[in-house]
């Protein structure tokens, strides 16, 4: 049985089923029905069969019935279940997972202990069984590994498991969870990993009691539930966005929720943390490729050097407006390596995720559980390095300062503790003093972001829990038994739960500004154009869709935007826009007369005086190029890139003593190919054909430039020369003594 081919069918059912699809769904169905072991599923879907069937006839024969959308709408939930109970059991069957074979164990146990413990809240044997396994486990911790100790962790991986393991809760998992958080016998750092697995249920299985539970415990007051329960109610709706119109009850919760004092603030941060991640592997790549070089390297950057549009540095038509500076404080090209790490951290960027991602292969690790435990002080793994001979001293402290810092994520911290005892006996001891001077300063910081951001602390633990849910999914052992929730566009905005919670004008630009300044101007664009679509008098607005309309190199419909944006207010910035969208489309002179008002603008800005030149050129208004490339030769003297244009200018004009005085500025800065190419065009204007064949070649020497490039070159140029005298006859004979003598020198 192939697996792989199981998911597929599972999913274009699923497909099949949002867009009505009956008929087509039942065959898949049926060819999967072959390879059950739950004869049970056959007959459920013989009923459903008949339902539709019933459905259709009652149809054409035009018979009313005031209750057939509700039918028609429960038979496509139970498609969907029917669907999900399948594939489950196919997958128990032959995939051979992890999580079968703990589940088939966790089965095997309670017929052992005499049935499942957990049946419904009115059974009293569950109660009472519960009640004295909560009883027998005392759990008052006496010591870091003490009996009471070993069988409350017992007791909390059986609840764990069956959290996660259930494929449909009813009334006991509810109560369950009650008693769980209501008994205070559990830690918080328990119940907040119980919430995990409720997570990682809803993920396995769709079933809307567990988003009514996550929904519920959305609302604890324990420390670390509601952040869990928030981030798990947010995936788990955005997972399944496709069905929640089939379902109106869970609609209607989500509804209820974003009524609730913080909700929607919540709801948010859980997003657009959640995107952030799409931005760890590039930030991976960067601290292995680029930061660390640096650290290690201690080395200042060294700039590129400036190509022939960039004669004034980066080209200025592809920056983002510095009017905004306040939207890109955070994400600006920082001065010093350090700097930008701090500002990542801060924002809530995932910094660590390489420099942890080799330390996953602890015992630890191998227990799925243990991915999703908030880190604490008086955690095993803790008590493990109290023998320590350096560290067991100032383990406290150390236990501490890690609780505490708000920059890694659990996983990160428990690899940390895992890792130190393996250290040499320096590292150690550096890492002890180093924590106990960042104590004082992590415990200030914590009491500032209070003080300044009323959502720090649930900001910084959904932080840590998306960072650990995305080790989990991309690194752990068990990441190929789960779809991966990180891959993707997450493009959470889209979800009609975002739409019902989060979807007011001040929460699509926030987001919208965020992918923005990430440069994830596809995202960014779909949500200022939803903006647009009430708020139709904001200049900034307009740039921002115009910007990402240029970047997507859709020129025209970024001409449509800047022009809204002129209309309402318009900057030097947006003017500039314009004209280089309009070069681009083949307008040069529509571009000359948007650089032009660019200029009255803001007269003194050499950018705008540089592309007005280019301007010019492009319209074949020499003289007019020329002064404008003198100012800026003047006012930025040294700058050698200048000297080509104008080099050109004379060129054109027929000034070939003006030209060949710039061209040997020029050479003793560097040729590029065309320069040598510009070159041959002047000596063939004077007269010289030698010389001028002798450039060609040069030009086609080295490697630099292709007999092909060159030709395209050429070709682009003959109606110059033969403006400027050259006889257009002659020139085939010309390049083919040029080509033929690159022959013989190569």
């Not at 205070?184 to 119980?194: K, P, Q, S, V, Y």
Request: glycine letters at 4%; a negative charge; charged letters at 30%.
């Amino acid at each position: 049985m192939n697996i792989n081919t199981v998911i597929l069918k599972h999913r274009s059912v699923c497909n099949l089923i949002v867009q009505r699809k009956v008929r087509q769904s039942f065959e898949i169905m049926s060819d999967m029905l072959d390879n059950v072991s739950v004869s049970d599923l056959r007959d459920h879907f013989s009923e459903l069969q008949m339902t539709y069937r019933n459905i259709l006839r009652y149809t054409v024969e035009g018979i009313h019935d005031p209750e057939r959308q509700k039918v028609y709408n429960r038979l496509l939930q139970n498609i969907l279940r029917l669907n999900d109970r399948i594939k489950q059991d196919i997958l128990a069957r032959y995939s051979g997972w992890y999580t079968y074979s703990v589940r088939a164990g966790e089965q095997k146990e309670e017929r052992l202990r005499g049935g499942n413990i957990i049946q419904s809240v009115d059974d009293l044997v569950f109660k009472s069984r519960l009640d004295d396994l909560l009883a027998s486990a005392e759990i008052g911790r006496t010591g870091p590994r003490s009996e009471a100790a070993m069988e409350v962790e017992r007791l909390s991986g059986i609840i764990f498991n069956h959290l996660w393991l259930t494929d449909y809760y009813g009334e006991a998992e509810e109560s369950l969870m009650d008693l769980l958080i209501g008994s205070a016998r559990f830690e918080w750092h328990e119940i907040a990993t119980f919430v995990s697995a409720v997570t990682l249920s809803s993920l396995r299985v769709w079933d809307p009691a567990k988003i009514r539970l996550l929904a519920r415990l959305t609302a604890d007051l324990t420390p670390q539930v509601a952040e869990r329960a928030v981030t798990g109610l947010v995936f788990s709706l955005h997972y399944y966005d496709d069905r929640l119109n089939l379902y109106p009850e869970v609609i209607q919760t989500v509804r209820d929720l974003a009524k609730v004092k913080n909700f929607r603030e919540r709801c948010r941060i859980v997003v657009l943390q959640a995107i952030r991640s799409r931005y760890t592997e590039q930030l991976s790549r960067r601290m292995n490729e680029e930061i660390l070089p640096k650290v290690v390297k201690l080395k200042p950057r060294i700039e590129e050097k400036l190509d022939l549009d960039k004669i004034l540095g980066e080209n200025p038509e592809e920056g983002q407006n510095p009017d905004w500076s306040e939207m890109f404080r955070g994400s600006e090209e920082m001065f010093k390596t350090m700097e930008e790490l701090t500002n990542l951290q801060m924002e809530g960027s995932d910094v660590y995720m390489s420099a942890f991602a080799g330390l996953k292969k602890f015992d630890f690790f191998r227990e799925l559980r243990n991915w999703f435990i908030p880190f604490y002080p008086d955690h095993e793994a803790v008590d493990s390095i109290f023998r320590d001979e350096i560290l067991g001293p100032g383990i406290n402290e150390l236990a501490e300062a890690l609780y505490k810092t708000p920059f890694i994520c659990n996983s990160d911290k428990f690899s940390l503790i895992l890792n130190m005892k393996y250290l040499p006996s320096e590292q150690k001891s550096m890492m002890l003093k180093v924590f106990r001077m960042e104590l004082e300063g992590l415990e200030q910081m914590k009491y500032d972001n209070e003080l300044t951001d009323p959502a720090a602390v649930f900001r910084t633990t959904v932080t840590q829990y998306v960072q650990d849910l995305y080790r989990f999914f991309k690194l752990s052992d068990f990441r190929h038994e789960f779809d991966d929730f990180f891959t993707g566009r997450l493009d959470l905005y889209n979800s009609l739960f975002y739409r019902e919670t989060c979807g007011s004008v001040t929460d699509d630009r926030s987001l919208a500004d965020y992918f923005f300044s990430k440069e994830y101007y596809e995202d960014a664009l779909a949500l200022y154009l939803t903006i647009l679509k009430g708020v139709t008098d904001d200049a900034e607005l307009y740039e921002k869709a115009g910007y990402c309309y240029q970047k997507a190199g859709e020129y025209g419909k970024a001409l449509e935007k800047y022009s809204m944006a002129t209309i309402i207010e318009p900057h030097t910035w947006t003017l500039r826009k314009t004209g280089w969208c309009l070069r681009r489309l083949g307008r040069p002179a529509e571009a000359l007369e948007a650089y032009r008002r660019a200029l009255q603008n803001e007269p003194d800005d050499l950018n705008t005086v540089l592309m007005v030149a280019h301007c010019c050129l492009d319209t074949a208004n020499y003289d007019e190029a020329l002064k404008h490339y003198f100012r800026v030769e003047y006012e930025s003297p040294g700058n050698s890139k200048v000297l080509r244009p104008i080099a050109w200018c004379y060129l054109v004009t027929g000034r070939y003593t003006e030209a060949e005085k710039y061209f040997e500025r020029l050479a003793g800065t560097g040729l590029t190919p065309y320069d040598k190419i510009n070159m041959g065009h002047l000596a063939l204007c004077q007269g010289s054909t030698r010389i001028a064949a002798e450039h060609y070649l040069s030009a086609m020497t080295g490697g630099e430039m292709s007999a092909e490039s060159f030709l395209s070159a050429f070709n682009d140029d003959i109606p110059v020369l033969a403006a400027n005298g050259v006889n257009p006859d002659d020139l085939p004979i010309l390049l083919d003594y040029v080509l033929m003598n690159l022959k013989k020198e190569n």
